[in-house]
């Protein structure tokens, strides 16, 4: 009777040690952001185990952590944040750390000869500043059109119709030769490559490759073939859309499943 109530407990600690291992020597990875854009060079300690890092160009970082250790998140310009690593943040082995603008807040005086204050929202007031010259201030009717791809360039200039010289109407013929050609057609299917590229691109770079190698088991060498895979999907476009990474992310786990059985990969 002893012996398995002294068994028991330690039976337990293994099975935990088994089952848990992920918990001890956890490789966070996260980003740092701010308005929805990744912050680089904010500096990462974990102040329990006394290891530190930085964010690098887009606001991505990993850090060593284990659960119930702290994170400190400090920057320039930005307030300090702190972070304790919970159960459910080490099963999603990704965390987003939304950073929060740092306002230093000064006693009120007045600075000779511009009777500046110190608040800088009263004095931006205050302040008589010119009109700041842009295409859309300026009314140009092209101000807010967004620049073509080149495949859209191509496929406009390739259907151009009917335009006027003086009182004729000139037709040109490039367009029917497009169209009894082909080339009208194939540019149309390129165009749709190319925008389904930049949404595939965009999705892409939401997560680094390290999430598609260990959270869903996809080799590095094969991530893009992955994502072809994944942009056939008719949900794709639509989940895409909704620039929901969460979604998108579950999306992407669903697809992984079947892609790793087609490929063999289990």
């Not at 929901?244 to 490929?263: F, G, M, P, V």
């Amino acid at each position: 009777m002893w012996k398995n109530n002294y068994l028991f407990p330690v039976f337990l600690f293994c099975c935990s040690l088994l089952s848990g291992q992920s918990y001890f020597n956890f490789q966070l990875e996260g980003q740092t952001r701010f308005e929805g854009k990744g912050v680089p060079d904010v500096h990462i300690m974990n102040i329990t185990a006394g290891e530190a890092t930085i964010s690098d160009q887009n606001g991505r970082f990993t850090i060593s952590v284990t659960m119930g250790d702290t994170l400190l998140f400090s920057a320039v310009q930005y307030q300090r944040k702190s972070l304790v690593i919970s159960t459910s943040i080490l099963e999603s082995s990704f965390v987003y750390v939304t950073l929060e603008e740092f306002v230093n807040e000064l006693d009120e005086v007045v600075v000779r000869p511009y009777n500046l204050t110190g608040d800088l929202i009263r004095d931006m007031n205050g302040m008589k500043t010119e009109q700041v010259v842009t295409a859309s201030t300026l009314g140009l009717p092209n101000a807010y059109v967004k620049p073509l791809m080149q495949s859209e360039r191509l496929l406009k200039e390739a259907s151009m119709g009917p335009f006027q010289i003086g009182m004729l109407t000139a037709v040109p013929f490039n367009p029917l030769i497009n169209m009894i050609t082909g080339r009208t057609k194939m540019l149309k299917k390129r165009v749709a490559r190319d925008k389904k590229y930049l949404l595939t691109e965009q999705v892409r770079n939401y997560y680094p490759d390290s999430i598609f190698v260990k959270r869903l088991g996809i080799p590095a060498e094969r991530i893009d073939d992955f994502m072809y895979y994944c942009e056939v999907d008719e949900k794709f476009d639509s989940i895409v859309a909704t620039d929901d990474h969460i979604a998108i992310l579950n999306l992407l786990r669903l697809k992984s499943k079947t892609y790793r059985e087609n490929n063999q990969l289990e």
